[in-house]
């Protein structure tokens, strides 16, 4: 691979001004000969002229952050990044690279999660050249290598989640932004290194079903949060209905049989888990009538 090694180009104004002067001092030449009639002063001074002229072509303009990439007869000779003015050999190929942060938007892609649901997703990759060797010489266009590979990044993420879950051990698309966003980012990263370029920040933008499936998966979302709540109720409802038992056999309060307790416990459930209020009913006797 093409590594990036700096070129220390000179600086370019002491380099214009030399030039100019020397085009100048030329010129006079070119007239003291004319009026003197001596052909090797003129032809002296025509040449200084066509040199100087040669050499202001390697004045080169280096904005902030920005590079040019040096090339001699495709020979890769390296780059310069002080901004500025600079003079480099006038014979060498120069090519603008910018490193400039720079914001991708990929397009919404229909893929299938890992259940095999179809959803819509993008993503917004945050990036720019740390390389210009091998963003140059290494891929054939950055621009384009950096959006083909982070819409194939993306495609990949969403066939290793799931699109939601209620189970908070496993990731879901929607339900860990921030750990799926790493993931991506990672992924657009090791896919990018060679091209010369650093994901800097790659998020998720866009994500929903595939509007064939939108209305059905919206009653599964509903159907599923349903379930996963009446999950918690239960494991809620259990849990006091076993401290309630534990606190009255502890203090004493009252003994009940398996059968009573069996009675107590099921009516402590209809009261917890039920949809609607529970409307009390007064024993009058003992626990046994």
């Known amino acids: 691979m093409i590594r990036e090694r700096e070129y220390t180009a000179l600086p370019g104004l002491p380099v214009a001004l030399g030039l100019l002067t020397l085009i100048v001092l ?23 002229i066509a040199l100087c002229i040669i050499g202001l072509k390697g004045l ?24 500025g003015l600079r003079w480099a050999n006038p014979l060498y190929s120069k090519k603008s690279i910018s490193q400039r942060i720079r914001n991708f938007e990929s397009a919404h892609l229909k893929v299938n999660d890992n259940e095999g649901n179809p959803i819509e997703i993008a993503a917004v990759v945050v990036w720019r050249v ?10 054939d266009d950055y621009n384009n290598y950096v959006k083909v590979q982070t819409e194939a990044a993306l495609r990949n993420l969403a ?3 799931t699109y939601d879950t209620h189970d908070e051990a496993q990731m879901s698309l929607r339900g860990h932004t921030a750990a799926v966003a790493e993931h991506l980012k990672k992924e657009i990263q090791e896919r990018l290194t060679r091209a010369g370029v650093e994901a800097m920040e790659a998020r998720i933008s866009h994500l929903a079903y595939a509007q064939e499936i939108a209305q059905a998966m919206l009653q599964r979302q509903q159907a599923g949060a349903i379930i996963a709540a009446r999950q918690r109720i239960v494991e809620g409802a259990v849990g006091m209905v ?17 059968e009573r307790k069996a009675a107590m416990v099921s009516n402590l459930l209809v009261v917890l888990c039920g949809d609607r209020s529970t409307q009390p009913v007064i024993n009058a006797g003992t626990i046994y009538q």
């Open 159 to 161: 066939t290793s989640y």
């Open 242 to 258: 076993e401290m309630a038992l534990e606190m009255l056999s502890r203090r004493d309060i009252v003994s009940l049989d398996n």
């Open 26 to 48: 030329a010129v006079l030449v070119i007239v003291t000969g004319a009026r003197t009639q001596s052909p090797p002063l003129v032809v002296g001074g025509g040449l200084t």
């Open 130 to 139: 740390v390389d210009t060797a091998e963003a140059v010489f290494e891929v």
């Open 60 to 83: 080169v303009v280096v904005n902030p952050n920005e590079a040019k990439v040096l090339q001699f007869f495709g020979r890769y000779s390296g780059t310069i990044k002080h901004a």
